[in-house]
């Protein structure tokens, strides 16, 4: 595998919109079943915050599920405020996705407003693939995610609950501070669940003990919606 990028196997993904009373629910459970995610903090060492940038075609082509692009999403990941950033090309097939992605110093961002990058950038790959795809930044969103871990049969496999998600329109690739944002999805919470091959054990216990009913969610879609990036489209699930 090329040494600047990452490629992360297909996992199924299964999707709940919630209250946020029953994401303190899912989140007392989490803590009781699963460890935090060793990259987080927060009083209970699982939480960190989530800033991406998403790219679109001039004519939405991504939003609009077009030919390729109804595939696959490219965004630009913060986390806190991290001198790091992840360029990352997410893969959605039914409901498994796969990743491809590449770390950056935040310094070097730039590069991407521009005709070209130098061939051993770790970004490089990225570059070539927006330029060809006509991609460039439409909006900026960001939440605050608790995240925990566990083992399973098929490995590991992941909770995630994200709250207070907001949007922001941009057109550039830069993570200013923000100026003016709007909410999205007003009084909900996303649950994610992760993980390989069936499903696994304990989240057989969750959906037991809990009635959730997967619902898709987009968080792209919605900003798209929220911010009326585009006239006349609906926000359908992904």
Known sequence: MDVHRESRDFV???????????????????RAHMVPDPHAAGPAGDEYQVTSLYLDTPDFAVYSRRGSHGRS??????????????LERKLKTGDRVGKLRSLIPAETLPLLDHAGSPADWPGHWFHKRVEVRQLRPVCRISYQRMARLAGSPSGPIRLTVDRALSAEPIASYAFHPPVQTTELLPGQCVLELKYRGELPGLFKQLLQEFPL?????????AAVLALELTQGALCLSS
């Open 12 to 30: 199924r993904e299964m999707k709940f919109l919630i209250t946020p009373e029953r994401a303190a629910d899912m989140e007392s459970w989490a």
């Open 73 to 86: 999403k490219y965004r630009v990941r913060r986390y806190g405020e991290s001198d790091l950033l992840f």
């Open 213 to 221: 009913r997967p619902q898709g969610s987009s968080k792209y879609r």
